[in-house]
């Protein structure tokens, strides 16, 4: 928390902060305390018992009633939930997976596709009176939650669902909580009744009792122990024949009668799975943020020892030099930065998005769409960028950064899963790239492979322009360009603006006709296989496009001159560095000539200087408290103090 007079870093901090920034605030006062930590010295037993303790610590702060409406206990404030939730990152991510399977996932399903009968449990999950856990992934199908195997068999007779895993791959697997603490699982189950199957639906199914012994019929097992999240009991559930009673089904978009009859609002199949699924959105955005609150850690800890950790003499001085000094170490980790904060920025928009829409203050139908795809792409970007950001920093600190005291290799095994979790990152690219292709259409989601296909090869170009969401400031600053892209300076925001929209362009409409080409020789599934890599880039560009223009829009929001001048530049070296990674295709299309991209390289090379003095401030305007590293080696003076 800043007093006095506010420094350029806490106008950065301000800024990357967001609409919440009182409540991360106050999570850095809150969460500094060691007990929230984490001690990767504990064997798994022991660090699954200290974060159930952590949880009960947190559930009496107000963290977990923000994210539920004010009928079930909580203040209806869905974005504040998230971003405090987020905070929890920095301090240990396995507390923060436990507390997001607890209220986000499990409590998350109960209130959003349960109805008034379902209150009951909601208040008892808010104080931990009852843990449970969220069992959608089976052993045999994890993205593909269309074709899960569990089912739920309606019996008229005794008004009960009977739950049960029919094969071996039916079997609830990776489930957070699973292991050891859950009481209750919301499972994910093919709804059989009458004879027939109405598709993937979720139900509360008690798997414990009160000492932590399996019920009848349920068999759990622990997954043992994983790449990292010690904290986190991660198991497998199987159902033999689980009786549970008709009102155990969460029943907001469908219900079954007492007589096995089944009703539902939404007729077409399709869409009330897609409707079911849209709700959880909230799980996905919180993944993303927590993974690039993860890399804001390993980056604020790696600077912060490039810049006091010397290494080889200056010729000239006979000095050691700092390690941030050298050219090399500057583009390894300042381009990370900077990418650091367009994510921030990103994330901002996408949490003040889903808020409204969960409030009810956007009502417009294609909101909730659209919400899903930018959650889809940011998670992919998030995820990635914190894989690729904690390994650099990691290599970057050399020795001391492999032992574990100085916290990157945990930071490295925690968030590894991320990239696979809440949708695997492959899977939802196609996602993203998918929703590009068929230009938002009300009705292309309902259509099979052949009618998709077919749809999404009619395409034309200028259908992207319409669809991909362009923002009143960014389309002014488009349109205020009167150079065409290889006339401008690359310096200009219109010109990058411009450089990101063609490549994103290019690559929606090409997908569209190499898909056209082969619809007429082929299966719809060959048409689209042959085209999966050209879909993943397209969806990829789309991803880039939406965070340059959330930076752009946050720097706006930044009324401090120089600070905003700083992140000016901090934009630009994302712009760059972007560009000098998909060089290649921009030279290959001819979007830019090889002078050009020799600009680019040189203008990353001009920038990362320029940044160098302010390295420090641009840590410290990242928010990550530093009492809240906990990286031995930072205060290692031995280390430092030479040359």
Request: glycine share 8%; net charge negative.
């Amino acid at each position: 928390m800043t007093t006095g007079i506010a420094t350029t870093a806490d106008h950065l901090r301000a800024a990357l902060d967001g609409p919440w920034g009182e409540i991360r605030e106050q999570a850095r006062l809150q969460l500094a305390d060691d007990k929230f930590a984490g001690d990767p010295y504990l064997d798994y037993k022991a660090a699954r018992a200290r974060v159930l303790e952590q949880m009960r610590l947190i559930s009496t702060m107000g963290y977990a009633e923000r994210g539920f409406r004010r009928e079930n206990g909580g203040t209806s404030e869905p974005g504040a939930a998230v971003t405090g939730l987020e905070m929890l990152a920095y301090a240990d991510l396995s507390l923060w997976v436990k507390a997001g399977v607890q209220w986000g996932l499990f409590g998350g399903a109960v209130e959003n596709l349960g109805t008034e009968r379902h209150r009951e449990y909601i208040k008892r999950l808010i104080s931990l009176d009852l843990l449970g856990c969220f069992a959608m992934t089976e052993s045999g199908h994890g993205s593909d939650v269309a074709n899960l195997e569990t089912t739920a068999t309606y019996d008229p007779d005794t008004q009960e669902f009977v739950i049960h895993s029919p094969t071996p791959s039916a079997r609830k697997d990776y489930i957070g909580g699973a292991a050891e603490h859950a009481r209750m699982a919301a499972v994910f189950a093919q709804l059989v009744t009458q004879g027939e199957s109405r598709g993937v639906h979720c139900l509360l199914v008690p798997i414990r009792d009160e000492n932590g012994a399996d019920l009848p019929g349920v068999t759990t097992f622990d997954d043992g122990l994983k790449g990292g999240l010690p904290g986190v009991d991660n198991g497998r559930i199987v159902f033999d024949q689980v009786r549970i009673p008709r009102e155990n089904l969460l029943n907001r978009y469908a219900d079954v009668e007492p007589d096995g009859t089944y009703t539902s609002e939404i007729e077409n199949p399709s869409r009330r799975f897609f409707t079911t699924l849209g709700t959880l959105v909230r799980g996905r955005v919180s993944v993303g943020g927590a993974a690039a609150a993860g890399a804001r850690v390993a980056l604020s800890i790696a600077i912060r020892y490039a810049l006091k950790r010397r290494q080889f003499s200056d010729p000239d001085s006979g000095q050691e030099t700092v390690l941030l000094d050298y050219r090399s170490h500057q583009r390894r980790l300042l381009p990370l930065v900077a990418k650091s904060y367009a994510l921030a920025f990103a994330q901002n928009d996408l949490v003040r998005r889903m808020h409204l829409v969960q409030t009810g203050q956007d009502l417009n139908p294609s909101s909730q769409r659209a919400l899903e795809k930018r959650a889809a792409g940011l998670k992919v970007a998030q995820t990635r960028h914190a894989t690729r950001a904690i390994q650099e920093c990691r290599e970057a600190c050399g020795g001391a950064g492999y032992l574990t005291e100085n916290r990157l290799v945990t930071l490295k095994a925690d968030t590894d899963v991320f990239t696979t979790f809440e949708g695997d990152n492959v899977v939802l690219t196609q996602l993203v790239a998918k929703e590009l292709l068929t230009a938002y259409s009300d009705e292309v989601r309902d259509l099979d492979a052949l009618g998709w296909v077919k749809f999404a090869a009619t395409m034309v170009g200028d259908e992207v322009r319409k669809v991909t969401g362009v923002r009143q400031l960014i389309q002014r600053l488009r349109d205020s360009s009167s150079d065409s892209v290889d006339e401008g300076d690359i310096a200009r925001r219109a010109v990058q603006l411009q450089l990101f929209a063609d490549r994103e362009e290019y690559l929606v409409r090409t997908a569209g006709h190499r898909l056209r080409a082969r619809a007429e020789d082929t299966t719809p599934f060959e048409a689209f296989n042959n085209a999966q890599d050209h879909i993943l880039a397209a969806g990829t560009a789309h991803i880039d496009r939406l965070i340059l223009e959330a930076f752009i829009e946050g720097i706006e929001d930044i009324q401090d001159q120089e600070a905003r001048e700083l992140a000016e530049t901090v934009c630009d070296l994302y712009v760059y560095t972007t560009l000098e990674e998909n060089r290649d295709w921009y030279i290959m299309h001819r979007f830019m000539s090889v002078e050009r991209a020799k600009a680019v390289r040189r203008g990353v090379n001009e920038l990362v200087d320029r940044l160098r003095p302010d390295a420090l401030t641009l840590v410290e305007g990242m928010g990550v408290p530093e009492s809240m590293l906990r990286a031995a080696m930072l205060d290692d003076a031995s280390v430092f103090e030479r040359g």
